[in-house]
């Protein structure tokens, strides 16, 4: 436990860099700002009504709110929310109800304010019981073992957050910050998992190995591809980030590296796993018949997590691709988009890494545990009053 709590102190130490720096961003960004955000309550709806504005029409909904937070706390004002999300009102936000916390942003002009806009519904709450929703259930379906997936997620979110989120946004080098955060997930995850044995280390060295070999092929093709990584999100971040620069094409390395990390941890753990019990029940399994033994079992596994990573990259991409299909492309033109030649990319690399994962893992089982070595199991039989001999 000491050790987890070292590695812990480690990674607080590593984020405070990366926190000031934020801290100093945020305030330039502060201090250049005329709007203010801040909380409120719906305390009064009124009507639905139309509002054109430059020939589109929007549908407003008339409410009265009161400033929660803030130096204007207290206060009450009548504000519009802008329910229409496109220009022809196709979609539609939810109609606000007596009660919702909302988010909305206070123009100021010599300390008082001249316009208020709903922002959006705050949904922090909502998040938030789900996520004890989601704890609850692994409490009680994984017991001893969900408490320990629990620690390793924190872990995880921590990590991905404070030291590559935030390294990331200083300036330090995707690449090689999703590779370091990786690496340290992985070690740290597998340690509080399974402690400290061959079985953790293998499976930790496999994991790296995949992510990393995946990484690289995607990095090589996204090159061979002139993938710039100039997606709709890059573009906003780019005119929003002010004076920091950011490496789009290293963006999009760091994004398969961790995308593809929990499906090869997954899949790491699972071979390292299954070869540790085969070599307790029979400790005369040599490196070869352990290899095979490895390469048959992650070749059960990876018809089910390349296509968990397929689906996961197609769901995400969904939306875009019946967008393009809309606009009359064919199905030449929507793959040979950028958007979706990168997700294809990083689908098919997430998968290669999972891939990779089960011969790195098994080969490093088979290297570590290559002589025959002698395991104790429990006796199940006794001799003459006495308990048999351990083999």
Request: hydrophobic share 50%.
């Amino acid at each position: 436990m000491h050790k987890i709590l070292t590695l812990f102190l480690a990674i607080m130490i590593l984020c405070i860099p990366t926190m000031v720096c934020a801290e100093e961003n945020q305030t330039i960004q502060e201090n250049a700002e005329e709007t203010i955000y801040t909380k409120a309550k719906v305390i009064e709806t009124g009507e639905v009504f139309d509002r054109e504005i430059g020939g589109i029409v929007d549908k407003i909904q008339k409410v009265t709110i009161e400033i929660l937070e803030g130096e204007f706390a207290g206060r009450k004002f009548e504000a519009n929310y802008i329910l229409s999300y496109d220009i022809d009102n196709k979609i539609m936000a939810y109609e606000l109800d007596i009660g919702n916390t909302v988010s909305v942003a206070l123009t100021l002009a010599e300390g008082e304010i001249k316009e208020i806009v709903v922002q959006d519904v705050i949904r922090q709450d909502y998040i938030l019981w789900m996520l004890i929703v989601f704890l609850v259930s692994v409490l009680i379906i994984g017991r001893k073992q969900g408490l320990k997936a629990i620690l390793g997620l924190v872990v995880t979110i921590l990590a991905v957050y404070f030291i590559m989120i935030q390294s990331i946004y200083c300036g330090y080098s995707p690449i090689v910050v999703s590779i370091i955060t990786s690496i340290g997930i992985i070690l740290v995850t597998f340690m509080i998992i399974s402690g400290i044995n061959k079985k953790a280390i293998t499976a930790a060295i496999g994991t790296a190995g995949g992510v990393i070999l995946s990484g690289g092929v995607a990095f090589a093709f996204g090159v061979l591809a002139k993938l710039s990584g100039g997606q709709e999100e890059a573009i906003m971040l780019s005119m929003n980030a002010g004076h920091i620069t950011f490496n789009f094409r290293e963006l999009l390395f760091a994004g398969i590296v961790v995308a593809s990390l929990g499906a090869c941890m997954d899949v790491g753990m699972s071979i390292a796993s299954s070869l540790d019990e085969l070599k307790q029940k029979n400790p005369h399994l040599t490196w070869k018949e352990l290899f095979k033994s490895g390469m048959n079992i992650g070749g059960d596994v990876i018809g089910t997590m390349t296509n968990t990573l397929i689906l996961a990259y197609v769901g995400g991409a969904l939306n875009l691709i019946l967008l393009f299909m809309a606009c009359d492309m064919s199905i030449y033109e929507i793959i040979n988009k950028e958007t979706i030649a990168a997700d294809i990319i990083s689908a098919l690399a997430g998968s290669m890494g999972v891939i990779y994962t089960i011969p790195t893992t098994a080969s490093i089982y088979a290297l570590f545990n290559r002589k025959r070595t002698t395991y104790k199991t429990k006796p199940e039989t006794k001799v003459e009053g006495k308990r048999s001999l351990k083999i």
